[in-house]
């Protein structure tokens, strides 16, 4: 694969990623994405390819291309959607990760979705595949997790906060015998980690429906509402591989100088 810009290289060249969409990069939408319309592309070769059909997230071209999203109530939220489908024997080392913007200044009413899969079944019962990265977007909102259909994992706080106004790279890398890493990295505070010692996170699903920017089933399950996201997304992507501190800083390093991070 030819990369467009020397950030990607540190990214898409790993036989474990899954999907990267890079809101800077034309292959991957850039400017197609306007008011709703068009779609994010997938830049990893394995064809995930984000419809955008929810809200109206809008492509500008600040810092050679992001989508800006915002959260009304949830079912408003702008967010992206497709069906993933990663199967649960590939689920037991995963890293999540995405580099936003917080531009939120009040906190959601629980906490916002970033990148978030439902199995099947319901939350009450414990969901069979559920996997997130989210927030709760704010200046206290702070980077967590669920996993599985552990109870322990549900929302796990990493009190890592969210940046406000400024650029960040958030990972959370999961290895299911051991817990996960949670890795928060932006300019004034470099790489700040979590460590979620854990062993038992229950039975893991296919990570099915996927949801960019808002929590997969949310109100529409009787969650609370306003769970979206709001701010800019430049990328989201995910491995079928845990990374280590090493290759989170190498990742951290290619894209400082493009996003001030």
């Known amino acids: 694969m030819i990369f467009d810009e020397p950030p990607e290289a540190a990214i898409l ?11 800077g990069n034309a292959s991957s939408g850039g400017d197609g994405i306007t008011g709703g319309n068009g779609t994010w592309y997938d830049m990893s070769g394995n064809g995930k390819d984000f419809a955008v ?15 800006g999203f915002t959260a009304a109530d949830e079912l408003d939220s702008d967010h992206f959607i497709l069906d993933l489908n990663v199967s649960s024997s590939d689920m037991t080392n995963t890293t999540m990760f995405v580099v936003v913007k917080n531009t ?25 595949g559920t996997s997130s990265l989210y927030g709760a977007a704010g200046p206290s909102g702070n980077l967590g997790y669920n996993y599985g259909s552990g109870t322990v994992p549900w929302r796990y706080n990493s009190g890592l906060t969210f940046p406000l106004n400024k650029w960040c790279l958030a990972v959370v890398a ?14 004034d505070n470099g790489i700040q980690t979590n460590v979620h010692s854990y062993s038992s996170y229950g039975t893991l699903g296919n990570f099915r429906t996927t949801r960019i920017g808002r929590e997969s089933g949310g109100q529409a399950s009787g969650a609370d509402s306003n769970r979206g996201w709001q701010g800019d997304y430049a990328m989201a992507g995910m491995y079928t591989r845990t990374l280590n501190y090493g290759e989170v800083e190498k990742i951290y390093n290619s894209l400082k100088s493009k996003y001030g991070i």
């Open 13 to 23: 060249n790993d036989p474990d990623l899954v999907f990267l969409l890079n809101a």
């Open 53 to 67: 059909g929810y809200g109206t997230p809008t492509w500008r071209d600040d810092y050679g291309g992001v989508i």
């Open 104 to 128: 939120r200044s009040a906190g959601v009413k629980d906490f916002a979705g970033i990148l978030h899969s439902r199995g099947g079944g319901g939350m009450s019962t414990g969901i069979q």
């Open 174 to 187: 999961v290895d299911i015998s051991v817990g996960a890493t949670f890795y928060m990295c932006d300019a």
